[in-house]
């Protein structure tokens, strides 16, 4: 994708270590963006970040910040707001599953917690500098698996019964949720939020599935995108003219389509609002 001239803007991207993340990054970097590529192994993003780098023909910056953890979170935020005024382009890409329920540090089902809160935290704690580089977009890379998402506010980290997928479709109905309750929240102020489907994309993202999947999702890799035609569903929310101006909306295969009918439910999208609110312990 033919990206505009994005020398003097600001990038950051999380889960840039690997897949549709890190050739996301390879391409802002290469159209001129100061790009920070974020991930959670030291020795993981020195290497990821020397091959953006390298591709790109520019320096890239680095940082670490693990999403399963909220105070995690909140330190790399804070050294990030040191260090700069404004972010014109944030894209929360890091994602993953869990085979098995598993609780995060801070005691929540860790699909939701790195998939939904994550993005939540990281992004609620950047609002003032995203919009203070207005226009500026932030892109939320969602999935198609929200079709089949449920909010079950009784029980949102699967206590009464944890499947790897139920718990993965929750997490990404929550990201398009989240996407639609923050553009209302940001009419007026020249920054756009849009969530996309990158397609089935063949990356390590189902590393976390359980063993007898590998041989079946082995063979799907065969006719799932590559991650340079995945990373061009998050570049065009996060660059191109086409889509200026567009936002709350979700994308698939580069088109604005409808969500599910729960994804567009706005009482439940501000429910999930409060209680996203609540679990980072950012409510008002
Ligand atoms: N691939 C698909 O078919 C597909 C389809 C729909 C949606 N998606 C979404 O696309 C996004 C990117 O996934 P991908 O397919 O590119 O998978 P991937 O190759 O596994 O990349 C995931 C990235 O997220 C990072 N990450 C995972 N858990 C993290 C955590 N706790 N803290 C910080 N970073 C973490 C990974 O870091 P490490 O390198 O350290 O593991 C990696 O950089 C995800 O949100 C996924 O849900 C993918």
């Given at each position: 994708m033919k990206l505009p001239d994005l020398t003097g803007r600001r990038a950051l991207v999380t889960g840039a270590t690997n897949g549709i993340g890190l050739e996301a990054a390879v391409e802002l970097a290469r159209a001129g963006a100061e790009v920070t590529a974020l991930?959670?192994?030291?020795?993981r993003t020195e290497a990821a970040v020397a091959t953006i780098a390298e591709r790109a023909g520019r320096p890239v910056a680095s940082a670490l910040c693990d999403f399963s953890?909220?105070?995690?979170?909140?330190?790399?935020?804070?050294?990030?707001?040191?260090?700069?005024?404004?972010?014109?382009?944030?894209?929360?890409n890091a994602g993953g599953v869990f085979n098995e329920r598993t609780l995060t540090v801070d005691g929540l089902e860790a699909t939701f917690a790195v998939n939904h809160l994550g993005y939540f935290l990281l992004t609620q704690l950047l609002l003032d500098r995203i919009v203070a580089a207005a226009p500026a977009r932030i892109v939320v890379v969602a999935s198609t698996g929200h079709y089949r998402g449920t909010m079950d506010f009784d029980d949102l980290g699967f206590e009464k019964g944890y499947t790897i997928m139920r718990a993965y479709q929750r997490s990404k109905l929550g990201n398009v949720?989240?996407?639609?309750?923050?553009a209302r929240r940001l009419a007026g102020t020249g920054v756009t939020v849009n969530a996309l489907h990158p397609g089935g994309v063949a990356t390590n993202i189902w590393?976390?599935?359980p063993g007898w999947a590998a041989p079946i999702l082995a063979l799907a890799k065969w006719f799932m995108l590559t991650p340079a035609q995945g990373a061009e569903r998050i570049l065009q929310l996060a660059a191109s003219p086409q889509v200026e101006g567009l936002t709350g909306l979700y994308f698939s295969d580069l088109r604005a389509i409808a969500p599910s009918a729960l994804a567009?439910?706005?009482?439940?999208?501000?429910?999930?609002?409060?209680?996203?609110?609540?679990?980072?312990?950012?409510?008002?």
């Open positions: 991930g959670r192994d030291a020795a953890s909220q105070a995690d979170i909140r330190r790399f935020a804070a050294e990030f707001r040191e260090r700069h005024d404004r972010l014109h382009i944030l894209v929360n949720l989240y996407t639609r309750a923050l590393t976390g599935a567009l439910d706005d009482a439940l999208g501000e429910r999930l609002w409060t209680e996203s609110e609540r679990l980072v312990g950012l409510a008002p």
